[in-house]
């Protein structure tokens, strides 16, 4: 019987199906497969997270193979697949014309990966050697590879800054999924989260355009799990969009703010209403 922990972890979020593939591109999954393994060279750096890195590790490869998507893998091991199972998965891709000739020309290195999900070892010779097969060309995502190669002797303000770059990345890319809120909440119990830090993530999308600010305040409203969702839901709702329930249910918090303060009456609903002239000003 598979314990209640191994359950969570084994529940995909970004991939669950194969049809989940016509969201992404082969670059998407690649890009996410790396940030996947940056959180891991990540958590396995301290005892409170070690323990998860290695059972997420194992839970990747638990199947045996990387040859086709499993609703009972983890998102790791779903996304290796688009790399190292059968090529007839890249036609599920949105790019899958592209994504043919992409996998000839980048081999991703299966054994260097089985050997670092078995040991959690050696981690800048393998983030280097996963970089260069996946084709990982991000500059910024390139610098996290070798902060977190060398993460044990980083000062405190660069592991802080690291963290909070890679946390960045998660959100964007992972959001919602086991590593990103373990990595989150791992952040929030050490305070490793920077409010200075640039968003190097924004690109002009719903809920990528985040001051330094709103992002402390949206925090503090929703939950540092819940932010970028919570954001997007202001984006859409702005554009008319309907709103999926999962990104809605980010901005619950806010929702019931205004509800309790329109049951507490139209001193508090004036209040509310002045208070936001003044921000607005």
Known sequence: M???????????????RQSDLERYTFNEICE??????????????????????????????????????????????????????????????ANKQQAQAQRQRQVAPEMAIRRYLRTLNDDYKFLTELERGLGVTNSAYRNLRR??????????????????????????????????????????????????????????????????????????LVGSSNVRRAKVAVDMIKQGKAVPAPIMAAYTPIVELIDDIAKGGMTYVRLLQSIRDRAKK
Not at 3 to 8: A, E, G, N, S
Not at 9 to 14: D, T
């Open 2 to 16: 598979l314990t209640p922990f191994i359950q969570y972890v084994a529940e995909g979020r970004v991939v669950r």
């Open 147 to 220: 902060a977190l190669g060398d993460y044990p002797n980083l000062d405190t303000r660069s592991k802080s800054a690291t963290v909070t770059r890679l946390l960045q990345a998660l959100r964007a890319k992972l959001s919602g999924t086991d590593l990103q809120r373990k990595v989150q909440e791992f952040a929030d119990k050490q305070k490793l989260e920077l409010d200075n830090v640039i968003d190097a993530e924004r690109k002009g999308v719903p809920g990528k355009d985040l001051t330094p600010d709103e992002l402390t305040a949206y925090r503090i």
């Open 32 to 93: 996410r497969i790396y940030l996947s393994f940056l959180s891991l060279s990540l958590l396995k750096n301290y005892s409170q997270t070690v323990g998860f890195a290695k059972s997420y590790a194992t839970q990747t490869v638990a199947s045996g193979n990387f040859d086709r998507v499993r609703t009972t893998s983890n998102d790791l091991a779903n996304m290796l697949a688009v790399v190292l199972g059968k090529t007839d998965i890249l036609m599920k891709l």
